[in-house]
């Protein structure tokens, strides 16, 4: 390793010239300028994790990176915001020459597991199990290039979406869309939704964990450039029928968490807020929306490309790392062994709904 100092402390003991530093060492960053990858997104999980940790790298007594990082037990550290931030690495200054171990035994971790890390983290990747596709959505060309593509590659689903749009109009009342709405009642109703969603589909619901829903919270009054919480919704007369709070950067939306109110499910209104958004998004400069990772048919429908995240662990030699190989690869792989078999996947997921549909009786 060159000559990198490093010194670890709490996202809130980061000051005013660190925070500037890492902003401008992201700007250097050849990779979209994904919100969960600035400053803000750590300190907000710093005030909801009290493991949460930041590496900061200086060489020549120059800044040059910054590692945000949580610690657990026995030295397992996993990507800041494990289990919701959709965007994970380290910032660092372009061509740092830096060696993975000696940076996890800085920050006294025997392990450090991640679930969608950059594509460009080369300091990581090759420590990668998996792979995945995070589908996105291009209107750096204007939505009215987006829309001429949905128009050639799903037609139907074009067709189909925008005319349950019209029907809901004439059902429910008046269809509106706002892409920033500040009332914090939205956001409750939007939590509600997607909690329910989660039970109903048997999934476990992540708002349930005071953690998340206070990260959220959190982040819906942050407003940076880098880093801004947008909460977008849906309505239909004076009922919002879908609604989706992400993060967004001056070019990128992060999307998040979106759901509907079943009422209203016939009309698709997830869907029709995904193409208000993206109409939406490009009239604010906005290039891209992530659609984050993970198989879903409306993501296919309304996916213009992809960028590439990958999962697992870089490990450090010792003891630590055994514990850590017992703890977590046995899982991984059973969830890859499901993963790469398509009618497997499918059954398991019928199996939590119906799991999900007696417990609601």
């Known amino acids: 390793m060159s000559d990198v100092r490093i010194r670890v402390v709490r996202p809130g003991e980061l000051d005013a010239a660190d925070i500037e530093a890492w902003r401008e060492l992201r700007a250097k960053a050849d990779a979209p300028a994904n919100p969960f990858m600035e400053p803000e997104f750590t300190l907000a999980v710093g ?66 597991d991640f679930d969608n890390l950059e594509a460009d983290q080369g300091l990581f990747v090759p420590h990668a199990a998996r792979g995945f596709a995070s589908p996105v959505i291009d209107v750096g060309g204007g939505y009215a290039r987006y829309e001429a593509v949905l128009r050639e590659q799903s037609p139907k689903f074009f067709r189909t979406t925008t005319a349950k749009e019209r029907k809901l109009g004439r059902q429910a009342g008046e269809v509106r869309f706002v892409l920033d709405e500040r009332d914090p009642a939205a956001l409750r109703t939007l939590m509600g939704w997607k909690s329910a969603q989660y039970r109903r589909t048997g999934r476990k619901d992540r708002f349930a964990q005071e953690w ?110 055994a514990l850590y190989w017992l703890r977590r690869e046995p899982s991984r792989r059973a969830h890859s062994f499901v993963r790469d078999r398509p009618r497997l996947a499918r059954f398991a997921s019928k199996t939590l709904n119906r799991a999900a549909r007696l417990r609601g009786k």
């Not at 709070?245 to 509907?260: E, I, Q």
């Open 212 to 321: 998340i829903a206070r990260l959220v919270r959190l982040l819906a009054d942050t407003r940076a450039p880098g880093c801004s919480g947008v909460l977008s919704v849906l309505y239909a007369g004076d009922r919002p029928a879908a609604a989706h709070f992400g993060l967004r950067s001056r070019t990128v939306l992060s999307c998040w968490f979106p759901a509907y109110d079943p009422e209203f499910a016939k009309f698709s209104p997830g869907l029709i807020l995904h193409l208000r958004m993206a109409e939406a998004a490009a009239a604010e400069g906005i290039g891209m929306l992530d659609l984050g990772r993970g198989a879903a048919e409306y993501k296919d429908a309304l996916k213009t490309g992809e960028l590439r995240v990958h999962e697992g662990a870089a490990v450090r030699p010792g003891p630590g790392a």
């Open 47 to 112: 005030r909801v994790r009290p493991a949460a940790r930041v590496a900061v790298l200086r060489e020549d007594g120059e800044p040059a990176g910054f590692f945000p990082y949580e610690k657990g037990p026995l030295g397992h550290g996993r990507a800041i915001g494990l289990g919701v931030s959709d965007c994970q690495g380290a910032v660092l200054r372009p061509g740092l020459r830096l060696d993975t171990r000696e940076l996890l035994r800085a920050c006294s971790l025997s392990a450090w």
